[in-house]
T-cell receptor, first 119, second 114 residues
Framework: AQKVTQAQTEISVVEKEDVTLDCVYE???????LFWYKQPPSGELVFLIRRNSFDEQNEISGRYSWNFQKSTSSFNFTITASQVVDSAVYFC????????????????FGKGTKLTVNP | DAGVIQSPRHEVTEMGQEVTLRCKPI?????LFWYRQTMMRGLELLIYFNNNVPIDDSGMPEDRFSAKMPNASFSTLKIQPSEPRDSAVYFC????????????FGPGTRLTVT
């Protein structure tokens, strides 16, 4: 079955610190997609990035960067020089086919990591 | 585009009452998803539709929950009768495709059943 583990429940940092949010996934599907979403205090879910299983190239977007490593089944997210506006809950998600459920596609979310950036 | 629209944003109801949540997906998106978010269980997929047809409803908790999509621009999630344990934030999301596409989420409906 598909599973996403975000071991860090809460992280608190001071502004300008770098912070890495961990994500470990499990799937038997050979083609899958990984996502990160941000949920600020206002509650909406905002898409940040998508990665497919064939593309292990790391990505950088401004202060955000993502490290995808198939060998360790990890898709970690780093915020450089964090800001107060980065305070949110961040979700890692996996889209893959379920071998045990007739091959149906599922998007499975981790439990989220609550990031608090203090001034 | 206006994004995914959900109504109401907040709903407070008494146990036993019927609750209907509404969603308008982004125009042109073929997939529509209903999720539930609680502290205990996180984000759970309840059901999703492709071209207005329910594809996977294995996440629907029980028969009290039902969802419909009568046309490409409207979907409802109904709970009848509601129970306090149904209290949660319900999100609707849509995407152009499913496999590999990001889903765009609505603002959510916060449901409180007393």
């Amino acid at each position: 079955a598909q599973k996403v583990t975000q071991a860090q429940t809460e992280i608190s940092v001071v502004e300008k610190e770098d912070v890495t949010l961990d994500c470990v996934y499990e799937t038997r599907d050979t083609t899958y997609y990984l996502f990160w979403y941000k949920q600020p205090p206002s509650g909406e879910l905002v898409f940040l990035i998508r990665r497919n299983s064939f593309d292990e190239q790391n990505e950088i977007s401004g202060r955000y960067s993502w490290n995808f490593q198939k060998s360790t089944s990890s898709f970690n997210f780093t915020i450089t020089a964090s800001q107060v506006v980065d305070s949110a809950v961040y979700f890692c998600a996996l889209s893959a086919r379920s071998i045990t459920q007739g091959g149906s596609e599922k998007l499975v979310f981790g439990k989220g990591t609550k990031l608090t950036v203090n001034p | 585009d206006a994004g995914v629209i959900q109504s109401p944003r907040h709903e407070v109801t008494e146990m036993g009452q019927e609750v209907t949540l509404r969603c308008k997906p982004i125009s042109g998106h073929d997939y529509l998803f209903w999720y539930r978010q609680t502290m205990m269980r996180g984000l759970e997929l309840l059901i999703y539709f492709n071209n207005n047809v329910p594809i996977d409803d294995s996440g629907m908790p029980e028969d009290r929950f039902s969802a419909k999509m009568p046309n490409a621009s409207f979907s409802t999630l109904k709970i009848q009768p509601s129970e306090p344990r149904d209290s949660a934030v319900y999100f609707c999301a849509s995407s152009f495709r499913f496999r590999g596409d990001e889903q765009y989420f609505g603002p959510g409906t916060r449901l409180t059943v007393t």
